[in-house]
């Protein structure tokens, strides 16, 4: 894959997730509609911090496309491949897979038809369907270098008490849960749908792991050889 192809498919990626946070942040201070609370802002939703994420992993990859030198050998671009492989990837693929499917069995579970009247169809689809298909563009346009499994897990899995710690403070705090869904749940039933999302979390970062892997063998053999 040519170098300009990619710097423009980052560049672009970034510029558009810059856009829909700015077109997301210029609605602070509108009234909200039922179902959007105050507290917490829009840093209690996931599929607003996964925006974020988005934002900054392609941001720090055109970044690193700048980079002179060998760029799979300096820190930049080791940090990018982290951030990649262990969130960025994951993390999107789930909030896209999560949100449909629960849509579609009944979207008053996590995002009120009354929504509708505050965010226009396309933000919708900005923040829970194009996810995907940019992050499989990410995939076939650069290879990446997983780390060790252990690590990717432990660090996914820290992230997901941290964010499970957030939204029941939330919930203690206000008495209202993030997403109406998990109101339907027992304590044990929490638990349990918790562990469930990263168990799905974790299919995730093994499936990114593996379509890396299928994409770019050839790439990987020749500069495993080029070491040797």
């Known amino acids: 894959m ?3 192809l ?16 700015k077109t997301l942040a210029g609605k602070v201070g509108e009234e909200l509609p039922a179902g959007i609370f105050v507290y917490g802002g829009p840093w209690k ?14 941001g720090l ?8 030198g060998k760029k799979s050998e300096n820190t930049l671009s080791r940090c990018k491949d982290f951030l990649f492989t262990v969130f960025a990837f994951p993390v999107g693929m789930f909030v896209v897979l ?7 069995y009944d979207r008053e579970l996590v995002y009120p038809a009354t929504i509708d009247t505050f965010f226009p169809p396309w933000i919708n ?3 829970h369907t194009f996810v995907l298909p940019i992050l499989i563009g990410e995939v076939i346009v650069q290879p990446h270098i997983y780390p060790q499994t252990k690590q990717a897990l432990a660090a996914l899995g ?7 710690s957030w939204i029941i403070w939330v919930y203690l705090s206000v008495g209202i849960w993030v997403y109406p869904l998990l109101g339907h749940f027992s304590t044990s039933g929490l638990v349990g749908f918790f562990f469930f999302n990263m168990f799905v979390v974790t299919l995730f970062y093994l499936l990114g792991d593996k379509l890396n892997s299928h994409v770019w063998s050839k790439h990987m053999n020749k500069m495993t050889a080029k070491t040797k």
């Open 2 to 4: 040519s170098s300009t």
């Open 6 to 21: 990619r710097r423009v498919y980052h560049i672009t990626a970034f510029s558009w997730y810059a856009f829909v946070v």
């Open 45 to 58: 939703y996931l599929t607003f911090l996964n925006l974020l994420l988005q934002m900054c992993f392609f």
């Open 61 to 68: 990859a055109a970044v690193n496309d700048l980079q002179p």
């Open 98 to 104: 999560l949100f449909w499917t629960i849509f579609s």
């Open 125 to 127: 689809h900005a923040m």
């Open 158 to 164: 820290g992230v997901g008490v941290a964010y499970l």
